[in-house]
């Protein structure tokens, strides 16, 4: 089954509680599919039904008048795609682990 | 000359002065390059060259102890990559203006 490498990156408004508990709720979800790398972006590996279901699920909590969710798929996958300085705390589980 | 869609997306540790100072300066090299899309997002449409230069500048101001930089190449271009849903501060300006 095709994955695809997607990048999930938000802005949550946090001036209120409401908008505390859809920050923690958004990474959350986010977590259950891939990796944060950054404070507010995450990277998966997804099938495309599995990004259907993570945007849909996002979508249901995000609040679109206060509330910025960009999700990119990366046509030609990540290694292709990125450049990463600095601070990496991404881990390739699909390399081989060195013991 | 080919260009690209790019993301740049970035961490900066602000727990200093300095480090405040960094994440300014990043957010006013990305503005002329691009739009910023959230808060620590920005979308360009660059040259090549343009992405090489961009990418020196940005080096030259972060922390790479404890900042995070992370450039994407948008391959297929960003309304092929890209699901933006809420707030969305994106301005096309290769589209006609409609006045």
Chains 1, 2 share one sequence.
Request: aromatic share 8%; hydrophobic share 40%; glycine share 6%.
């Amino acid at each position: 089954m095709q994955r695809f490498d997607i990048l999930v990156t938000y802005d949550v408004a946090i001036t209120t509680k409401a908008g505390l508990r859809r920050l923690r709720k958004v990474a959350t979800v986010c977590q259950n599919y891939g990796q944060r790398v950054q404070l507010s972006v995450f990277e998966c590996r997804v099938t495309l039904a599995q990004l259907e279901q993570l945007e849909s699920e996002l979508l249901s909590i995000i609040d679109p008048k206060n509330d910025s969710l960009r999700i990119y798929v990366l046509y030609g996958g990540r290694n292709r795609s990125l450049r990463a300085h600095g601070l990496d705390r991404y881990v390739d589980f699909d390399e081989p682990m060195v013991l």
